[in-house]
């Protein structure tokens, strides 16, 4: 089979994830065109990726004004620039792999889809929990019967408290103005493995949180706005820009968070400092313009009784955690690798346990998975571009890809969560569905 070919709307870290699969399967993917601003990354990224000149652009407009040129585009821009690119390229004939949140707004959500059925063209939404080894594993679990009907499901997106503090107070996601609210930017991926596990649709829905210890209430006295100013309480400070940004010795997860706060490649230590008296990354946490919810609590109700928790919280190490009830036992897990069920209900007479409780202990992968943003969302980043080379290339649809309908349903279902939250009310989701849909 001839490889499936791809143009790159944005080289940041989502783009450059999923560029990674072509430098690792050629023969099933790749990269003919890149669409970035910033010279160096779309200049290494090309590089790598054998890439000419004549195929690197400064923008997505600038390459999407030639004709196509690949069977799909790759749209990793930031989330408040996806439309428009998302449906120019549908337009062009390309099909389309688009990074979550689809948009911030109920209404460009459906722009999109009405672009991808008008067009006729195969759109996949980067829920890339689904690609994942842990949780195609508890789906197939679930579907097995084993767990009987499920009943309720404990769910906690653990954010990372450095994580949270780099992306969501000081980053391109701290302010749900300038780009998403936190449930739609950093947990879109969450409502929508709980309705893909649970196979149902949800009906109702309810939203408590708020931005509670990454606030000026909370800034020590003496603080200074910026760290570099001589804060007296850097050596103190789980958040101090100095020792996030300016580790002595740079690993992965430093050399991560630096290339990220300069906009480059590999910073210097003197072009890092420059960004942190420059730009917000150098801005103490607590007196940031930041504003989306640190701690936030969904509740939902399915259309078949069954009832989900989700949390999501800054305060802990970066990982998910789930607890699946079933009439016939419980499935859990704190890392997405090991899972434990517990089954208390066995009615196979051939069974060696037949009437008798049992613990079935096992692994989703070989090997545990990092669940840092440099981790790959636990394998799914490659999963989801090795799906889609099926789904593009031979018209092969797995069980993770969702359909047009589903994606934008469990988009509509976090902004319902959000008016929940807002409005203090119980939201009906079809009603409101049916208001943008």
């Given at each position: 089979m001839n490889p499936v070919t791809a143009v790159i709307l944005g080289a940041g870290s989502r783009g450059c994830s999923y560029a990674e699969y072509a430098k690792e399967y050629p023969r099933q993917l790749q990269i003919v065109a890149i669409a970035e601003p910033r010279e160096d990354r779309r200049n290494l990224l090309a590089q790598e990726l054998n890439v000419p000149e004549s195929k690197r652009f400064t923008s997505w407009q600038e390459l999407l004004s030639k004709p196509k040129m690949?069977?799909?585009?790759?749209?990793?821009?930031?989330?408040?620039?996806?439309?428009?690119?998302?449906?120019r390229a549908m337009e062009l004939g390309y099909h389309l792999l688009l990074e979550k949140p689809m948009s911030n707004t109920e209404e460009e959500c459906r722009a999109i889809v009405e672009a991808a059925r008008k067009y006729g063209r195969k759109l996949a939404v980067c829920h890339v929990l689904r690609y994942t080894p842990f949780f195609r594993t508890v789906k197939e679990i679930i579907d097995s019967g084993k767990l009987g009907k499920i009943m309720s499901i404990i769910h906690a997106e653990c954010v990372g408290d450095v994580?949270?503090?780099?992306?969501?107070?000081?980053?391109?996601?701290?302010?749900?103005?300038?780009?998403?609210?936190?449930?739609?930017?950093k947990s879109c991926h969450d409502i929508d493995i709980l309705q893909w596990l649970i196979g149902a649709?949800?009906?109702k829905i309810q939203s408590f949180g708020r931005l509670s210890h990454f606030c000026k209430d909370n800034c020590p006295e003496g603080a200074p706005k910026r760290c570099l100013e001589g804060c007296p309480h850097e050596k103190t400070c789980a958040y101090s820009a100095r020792k996030i940004y300016l580790p002595e010795t740079v690993d992965i997860w430093a050399g991560f968070l630096r290339s990220a706060a300069t906009g480059k490649v590999d910073p210097t230590d003197a072009e890092v400092e420059k960004a942190l008296w420059d730009t917000n990354y150098g801005v103490c946490v607590f007196q940031s313009d930041n504003d989306v919810v640190d701690h936030q609590t969904v509740n939902m109700e399915f259309e078949n009784g069954e009832t989900v928790v989700f949390t999501m919280a800054a305060f802990n190490f970066s990982t998910r955690r789930i607890r699946i009830m079933g009439t016939k036992g419980e499935l859990s897990s704190e890392d997405m690798d090991n899972i434990t069920m517990n089954i208390f209900c066995v009615?196979?007479?051939?069974?060696?346990?037949?009437?008798?409780?049992?613990?079935?202990?096992?692994k989703a992968s070989e090997k545990v998975v990092i669940q840092e943003i440099t981790g790959g969302h636990g394998g799914g980043d490659s999963g989801i571009v090795d799906d889609l080379c099926l789904y593009f290339g031979d018209n092969i649809r797995t069980k993770s890809i969702s359909d047009i309908r589903t994606s934008i349903m469990n988009h509509m279902t976090v902004f319902a969560a959000e008016q929940s939250r807002a409005t203090n009310t119980v939201v009906d989701v079809d009603e409101f569905v049916e208001k943008y849909l």
């Amino acid at each position: 089979m001839n490889p499936v070919t791809a143009v790159i709307l944005g080289a940041g870290s989502r783009g450059c994830s999923y560029a990674e699969y072509a430098k690792e399967y050629p023969r099933q993917l790749q990269i003919v065109a890149i669409a970035e601003p910033r010279e160096d990354r779309r200049n290494l990224l090309a590089q790598e990726l054998n890439v000419p000149e004549s195929k690197r652009f400064t923008s997505w407009q600038e390459l999407l004004s030639k004709p196509k040129m690949a069977d799909c585009a790759f749209v990793c821009t930031l989330d408040d620039d996806h439309t428009e690119p998302a449906v120019r390229a549908m337009e062009l004939g390309y099909h389309l792999l688009l990074e979550k949140p689809m948009s911030n707004t109920e209404e460009e959500c459906r722009a999109i889809v009405e672009a991808a059925r008008k067009y006729g063209r195969k759109l996949a939404v980067c829920h890339v929990l689904r690609y994942t080894p842990f949780f195609r594993t508890v789906k197939e679990i679930i579907d097995s019967g084993k767990l009987g009907k499920i009943m309720s499901i404990i769910h906690a997106e653990c954010v990372g408290d450095v994580h949270y503090s780099h992306s969501y107070v000081r980053g391109n996601w701290h302010n749900s103005q300038d780009s998403s609210n936190m449930l739609l930017a950093k947990s879109c991926h969450d409502i929508d493995i709980l309705q893909w596990l649970i196979g149902a649709k949800c009906t109702k829905i309810q939203s408590f949180g708020r931005l509670s210890h990454f606030c000026k209430d909370n800034c020590p006295e003496g603080a200074p706005k910026r760290c570099l100013e001589g804060c007296p309480h850097e050596k103190t400070c789980a958040y101090s820009a100095r020792k996030i940004y300016l580790p002595e010795t740079v690993d992965i997860w430093a050399g991560f968070l630096r290339s990220a706060a300069t906009g480059k490649v590999d910073p210097t230590d003197a072009e890092v400092e420059k960004a942190l008296w420059d730009t917000n990354y150098g801005v103490c946490v607590f007196q940031s313009d930041n504003d989306v919810v640190d701690h936030q609590t969904v509740n939902m109700e399915f259309e078949n009784g069954e009832t989900v928790v989700f949390t999501m919280a800054a305060f802990n190490f970066s990982t998910r955690r789930i607890r699946i009830m079933g009439t016939k036992g419980e499935l859990s897990s704190e890392d997405m690798d090991n899972i434990t069920m517990n089954i208390f209900c066995v009615d196979d007479e051939n069974s060696p346990n037949y009437g008798k409780p049992a613990t079935e202990y096992l692994k989703a992968s070989e090997k545990v998975v990092i669940q840092e943003i440099t981790g790959g969302h636990g394998g799914g980043d490659s999963g989801i571009v090795d799906d889609l080379c099926l789904y593009f290339g031979d018209n092969i649809r797995t069980k993770s890809i969702s359909d047009i309908r589903t994606s934008i349903m469990n988009h509509m279902t976090v902004f319902a969560a959000e008016q929940s939250r807002a409005t203090n009310t119980v939201v009906d989701v079809d009603e409101f569905v049916e208001k943008y849909l």
